[in-house]
């Protein structure tokens, strides 16, 4: 008897990046699914930037491009998700507040430790800015990145995944961001695998009803 292969689940990306640059974090979850690592198929990505450095990303890889410009109305995130009916959402440098979306089965990638290092206005090197301010000042010798679902306020939803990077007062600004951004794209595809597989949910409503998988020691943070 021969068996169907079960279809991939569908990953939709939003990244901001720059009108310039940025958006390797998106071409990383492509190269990954495309490898194996990510057992996703991503259907597309959303940028604010028409032009910038996540559109020619796409482009590259073949990946469907949506330019998305303000306002950024919970009604045209339901538009785009409907449009592209993906299972999941993956916010990777996406800097605008998400609104209307299943927080069950949408997720972010912070560029430092949660909650400290979170909030509006935190996001992309000004966190890297604060991280080495600190870190000047003798409050810590870590940074990190963490991962969380993503509900109605900035980096508030639960943190499924935190990965602890050392620093000391030598390092500058663009050498921490440095070291956050290779472990993000180390680690981001590999985890996001993780939640497509649904080792790692939660209800979306309780942050006690967040399931992690045990052999992996992720710690609960809230």
Not at 49 to 62: N, P, Q, T, Y
Not at 87 to 100: C, T
Not at 173 to 197: G, M, Y
Request: glycine share 10%; with cysteine.
């Amino acid at each position: 008897m021969a068996y169907l292969r079960q279809a991939r689940k569908r990953l939709l990306v939003f990244a901001s990046g720059t009108a310039t640059g940025g958006g390797s974090g998106f071409a990383k979850l492509v190269q990954a699914s495309r490898m194996g690592i990510l057992d996703a198929l991503v259907v597309g990505v959303v940028s604010n930037h028409k032009d910038g450095g996540v559109c020619r990303h796409a482009k590259e890889l073949a990946v469907v491009f949506q330019h998305f410009p303000k306002p950024w109305a919970e009604e045209k995130y339901r538009e785009i998700v409907v449009e592209f009916r993906p299972d999941f959402v993956a916010l990777s440098g996406w800097l605008k507040l998400v609104r209307g979306l299943d927080p069950r089965t949408t997720f972010n990638i912070h560029p430092g430790p949660l909650p400290e290092y979170g909030g509006k206005g935190m996001y992309g090197h000004r966190v890297h800015e604060k991280v080495w301010q600190d870190c000047q000042a003798g409050k810590i010798h870590q940074t990190a990145i963490s991962m969380h679902f993503v509900d109605a306020e900035y980096d508030k939803g639960p943190v499924f995944f935190h990965y602890p990077i050392d620093i000391s007062p030598e390092d500058s600004v663009d050498c921490i961001a440095r070291k956050a951004n290779s472990a993000e794209h180390f680690w981001q595809p590999r985890i996001t695998n993780l939640v497509i597989r649904g080792d790692i949910a939660w209800d979306g409503e309780n942050p006690e009803s967040l399931v992690l998988p045990r052999k992996y020691n992720f710690p609960r943070r809230k």
